[in-house]
């Protein structure tokens, strides 16, 4: 199971690396049409100023033996939930993976939607039927705000559980990171978009909450296997261990099995010379 995890673990990040370019060049687009549009009202954009149902969504694995994998990301959405409730929100559950289903499930909690079988390679496809998923609640009212919580590759040794805000989509999502002067501005060029920049936004945003949601699946993936991978090579370690101690105690327990038989002959003996 290690070397099976560390062969998956290497696909997991090369995905990884050619994704985020893709997600980079993404953000820089919306962040040029955003400049371009005048100032309106975007569905994914609207930031309710009373939040009466709070989603989370909670990205877990299908299978366990992985270590705190699952577990980190159950517990810090359970936290979550306990802090939107001592608000006085309401708490709507989605979650992928089996594991994350049944525990939530396991704690009497109603899942409203759960996306299963996939969670060790995800496609861009399941991010969009949870993407699609998430929007509609949004746009229907049912939910005013979207929370994801998976956990985040650093290393095969280290993931880090990420909370991030998916709807409504951060204003920050819009806004350059590196300011720049208004000549720097124009050097970019004057654009001329067709259709309205405003139409080109509109798509790019629910594009975006894709493109979001399966940058996170893809690090919950690569988490997973760096997971199971130390975990297997740590219960191959004890289970070494293990094997050492008890072959040590099994020859000292002979030793002392054969000494005491000897002594017993020994002692025989003596008893009929004497």
């Given at each position: 199971?290690?070397l099976?995890?560390?062969?998956?673990?290497?696909?997991a990040?090369?995905r990884?690396?050619?994704?985020?370019?893709?997600?980079?060049?993404?953000?820089?687009?919306?962040?040029?049409?955003?400049?371009?549009?005048?100032?309106?009202?975007?569905?994914?954009?609207?930031?309710?100023?009373?939040?009466?149902?709070?989603?989370?969504?909670?990205?877990?694995?299908?299978?366990?033996l992985?270590?705190?994998?699952?577990?980190?990301v159950l517990?810090?959405?359970?936290?979550?939930?306990?802090?939107?409730?001592a608000?006085g929100?309401?708490?709507?559950?989605?979650?992928?993976?089996?594991?994350?289903r049944?525990?939530?499930?396991?704690?009497?909690?109603?899942?409203?939607?759960?996306?299963?079988?996939?969670?060790?390679?995800?496609?861009?496809e399941?991010?969009?039927a949870?993407?699609?998923?998430?929007?509609?609640?949004f746009?229907?009212?049912?939910?005013?705000?979207v929370v994801?919580?998976?956990n985040?590759y650093?290393?095969?040794?280290?993931?880090?559980?990420?909370?991030?805000?998916?709807?409504?989509?951060?204003?920050?999502?819009l806004?350059?990171?590196?300011?720049?002067?208004?000549?720097?501005?124009?050097?970019?060029?004057?654009m001329?978009?067709?259709p309205?920049?405003?139409?080109?936004?509109?798509?790019?945003?629910?594009?975006?909450?894709?493109?979001?949601?399966?940058?996170?699946?893809?690090?919950?993936?690569a988490?997973?296997?760096?997971?199971r991978?130390?975990?297997?090579?740590?219960?191959?370690?004890?289970a070494?261990?293990?094997?050492?101690d008890?072959?040590?105690?099994?020859?000292?327990?002979?030793?002392?099995?054969?000494?005491?038989?000897?002594?017993e002959?020994v002692?025989?003996?003596?008893?009929?010379?004497?």
């Amino acid at each position: 199971m290690e070397l099976v995890s560390a062969a998956k673990l290497r696909r997991a990040e090369a995905r990884i690396e050619a994704f985020r370019a893709y997600a980079e060049r993404m953000r820089e687009l919306m962040i040029g049409t955003a400049r371009a549009t005048p100032a309106r009202r975007f569905p994914l954009l609207e930031a309710r100023d009373q939040v009466s149902t709070t989603a989370i969504l909670a990205l877990t694995g299908d299978r366990g033996l992985a270590g705190g994998f699952n577990a980190q990301v159950l517990r810090r959405a359970l936290a979550l939930a306990r802090e939107a409730r001592a608000e006085g929100q309401e708490v709507l559950w989605l979650v992928t993976g089996k594991r994350g289903r049944s525990s939530l499930r396991f704690r009497r909690f109603e899942v409203e939607r759960d996306w299963v079988d996939f969670t060790d390679r995800p496609a861009y496809e399941d991010a969009e039927a949870i993407a699609r998923c998430l929007a509609d609640l949004f746009t229907d009212r049912r939910v005013d705000r979207v929370v994801m919580v998976y956990n985040h590759y650093v290393s095969p040794l280290t993931q880090t559980v990420a909370v991030e805000d998916v709807l409504p989509i951060p204003r920050t999502a819009l806004d350059d990171e590196e300011e720049k002067s208004a000549y720097e501005i124009a050097l970019e060029g004057d654009m001329i978009y067709e259709p309205e920049p405003e139409l080109i936004l509109a798509r790019l945003l629910p594009t975006y909450l894709k493109t979001s949601i399966y940058r996170a699946l893809l690090e919950s993936a690569a988490s997973e296997h760096g997971a199971r991978m130390t975990a297997m090579r740590n219960a191959s370690k004890n289970a070494g261990e293990l094997i050492d101690d008890l072959t040590l105690a099994m020859n000292r327990a002979r030793q002392a099995e054969i000494t005491q038989e000897i002594l017993e002959v020994v002692a025989g003996a003596d008893a009929l010379e004497g």
